[in-house]
């Protein structure tokens, strides 16, 4: 059974008791509403990680994620966070490759194997994005646009390094937009995404890994896509901000 996984990526908003307030929400509403059966990732910016932590607690089935880590491993990489500081402190997955960072930082593949291969040395699961953009999606080269950002990032790892990566397939179109995927058009790319693993890794690993939605998803739009069969969870920007919105999307399944 493959896991499904709602994670909030707040990105770079939320002041500190913003941040600490959404939390407590969030972790309170996931157990009073004996949400099963689903992991929560909250993935802060960084200066939240460690108090956000401690709210979490021991909560079962609420994780904690970073937005990023640097693909060095230590030393003298001012303004960088390591895999390794993160996970030290209870960190268990980073979001890799998001849609602006690498419009923005211009992260390619090349530099996100590194990131990866440092997330996993260190025993962190790396949400790894992928998505295309609109221009692309119109040329209808959509697919093979996004086959080749896991063939060159992922296809390196050994097949064990690969069942610890969960995907999140995010169009790009879609991402701040308010304009969603359809559920089948999520379907339909999900399904590719999980051959295309398997071509490489074989059918009983690529039917193991998580793939995740993003790209508006709230809740009202939420158990129309969850519904979909190569759909295992969601990557939620916006509506992670608001904890009964995220809540609600958590309860969809
Ligand atoms: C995201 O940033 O990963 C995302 C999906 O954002 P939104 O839900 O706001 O489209």
Redesign the pocket.
């Known amino acids: 059974m493959r896991k499904k996984i709602i994670a909030g ?1 707040w ?1 770079m908003n939320m002041t500190f008791d913003e941040g600490q307030k959404l939390t407590s929400e969030i972790v309170n509403m996931f157990k009073d509403e004996n949400i099963s059966d689903v992991q929560l990732v909250l993935n802060p910016p960084f200066p939240h990680l460690h108090p956000v932590k401690k709210l979490i607690g021991d909560t079962p089935n609420v994780f904690l994620g970073s937005q990023n880590c640097s693909n060095m491993e230590s030393g003298a990489f001012t303004g960088e966070v390591s895999a390794k500081i993160l996970a030290s402190f209870g960190v268990t997955h980073v979001i890799l490759g ?1 849609s ?1 960072r690498r419009e923005y930082f211009k992260e390619d593949n090349a530099l996100l194997t590194e990131k990866v291969k440092q997330a996993l040395v260190n025993g962190l699961t790396p949400i790894f ?1 992928c998505g295309e953009s609109l221009e692309i999606r119109e040329a209808g080269t959509h697919e093979s646009n996004v086959k080749f950002q896991l063939t060159d990032s992922l296809f390196g790892l050994s097949a064990e390094e690969m069942s610890k990566v969960v995907i ?1 397939y ?1 169009p790009i179109w ?4 308010g304009k969603t995927a359809s559920s089948d058009e999520a379907q339909q790319m999900h399904e590719t995404l999980r051959k295309h693993i398997a071509s490489k890794y074989g059918q009983d690993l690529a039917d193991s890994i998580s793939i995740l939605y ?4 709230n809740a009202g739009n939420a158990a129309d896509l969850l519904s979909k069969p190569d759909v295992d969870g969601g ?6 901000l608001k904890s009964r919105d995220f809540i609600t999307i958590a309860k969809s399944y």
């Open positions: 990526n990105k998001h602006e994005c999140a995010e879609a991402i701040g937009t993003g790209g508006s998803m990557l939620i920007g916006g509506a992670s």
